[in-house]
């Protein structure tokens, strides 16, 4: 069946560090693919989508591309704030009548920023 | 402003009881769900509606219960019969249940039994 995986967490960095986080999924169409953020205590919020291969999705200094051949969505940053500390999820859905429209998430992805 | 509501954003339950969360909706969205998040698993889909009047077990609907009466609400009932009901709920929405676009989420009710 269809599924995501992340890489496992915490991910602890220093402030201004690269951040990396490795997002594969297993799909047998053409999913729609997402990241979503979740500060403390709080729901989530959608950080960037890209709905079709090669798409690249940014928002706030984050990026990931839709790599079909690797099916792959990695989250990249080039430099990371305290602010950014929260629960990173990589998400997949499909488009389409025959389909729920649900998400199905990766386990998510804890980010540690220090000062 | 346009959003998803989830209440209360804390609920405490004795084992044995019923318990009922509320999510509305203002965004005119057809598609609402719910999901259940625990520690290190992500987030599990328990029911879900794409229409008024219709709803669908998810993954994990055993023990819950729903109904959608209205397009803007879809509330969640946890019944005895939940096993371990401990958990972060989050209540989602969607324009199309068949669009690639993504979902909104409330800010979740965290529910303790006791």
């Known amino acids: 069946g269809d599924s995501v995986t992340q890489m496992e967490g915490p991910v602890t960095l220093s402030e201004e560090a690269f951040l990396t986080i490795n997002c594969t999924y297993t799909?047998?169409?053409?999913?729609?693919l997402f990241w979503y953020v979740q500060y403390p205590g709080e729901g989530l919020q959608l950080l960037l989508k890209?709905?079709?291969?090669?798409d690249k999705g940014s928002n706030k200094g984050f990026e990931a591309t839709y790599r079909k051949e690797t099916t792959s969505f990695h989250l990249e940053k080039g430099s990371v704030q305290v602010s950014d500390s929260a629960v990173y999820f990589c998400a997949l859905r499909y488009p389409g009548s025959s389909n729920t429209g649900k998400l199905i998430f990766g386990q998510g992805t804890t980010l540690q920023v220090k000062p | 402003d346009g959003g998803i509501t989830q209440s209360p954003k804390y609920l405490f339950r004795k084992e044995g009881q019923n318990v009922t969360l509320s999510c509305e909706q203002n965004?005119?969205?057809?598609?609402m769900y719910w999901y259940r998040q625990d520690p290190g698993q992500g987030l599990r889909l328990i029911y879900y509606?794409?229409?008024?009047?219709?709803?669908q077990k998810g993954d994990i609907a055993e023990g819950y219960s729903v109904s959608r009466e209205k397009k803007e609400s879809f509330p969640l009932t946890v019944t005895s019969a939940q096993k371990n009901p401990t958990a972060f709920y989050l209540c989602a929405s969607s324009r199309l249940p068949e669009g690639p676009g993504e979902l909104f989420f409330g800010e979740g009710s965290r529910l303790t039994v006791l």
């Open positions: 509606s794409q229409i008024v009047n219709d709803f």
């Open positions: 890209a709905t079709k291969a090669d």
């Open positions: 799909a047998t169409g053409y999913p729609s």
């Open positions: 965004l005119n969205h057809d598609a």
